[in-house]
């Protein structure tokens, strides 16, 4: 691999190990309910949740939370839980649950014997 290629995928990588990707996810995670409700409301209406669609009702919130999100990022938020052109909302909204909870969590002392 050239130099300038593992440069490319370190730059994309970036915006996961930032303070804005954990507020993010924040957000979503304790957003969940709400956003499971509008899948779950699209999916009633027969509508595929497509990464647009999914793009659509993530955004929503994020908007409203005063989050702005580059294009180039949207594809670490929802590309985890698509298959074969559908999103797995069910998947996604599990996931955000369990990452908030592991940044919310306090780390257990650990006991050491002498």
Sequence with gaps: MNVSKTLVQFNKMDWVTTRSYEDTIAVLARNRKIIYNKFLNLEQRKVT????????????ILDYSGIKMQE??????????????IVDFRKMMSIYKDRL???TSIPRAKLIFI
């Design 101 to 103: 909870q592991r940044h």
């Design 72 to 85: 180039s990022n949207w594809t670490y938020l929802i590309k985890f839980a698509e298959s074969r052109g």
């Design 49 to 60: 949740i497509t990464p647009e669609v999914a793009k659509s009702v993530l955004k929503e």
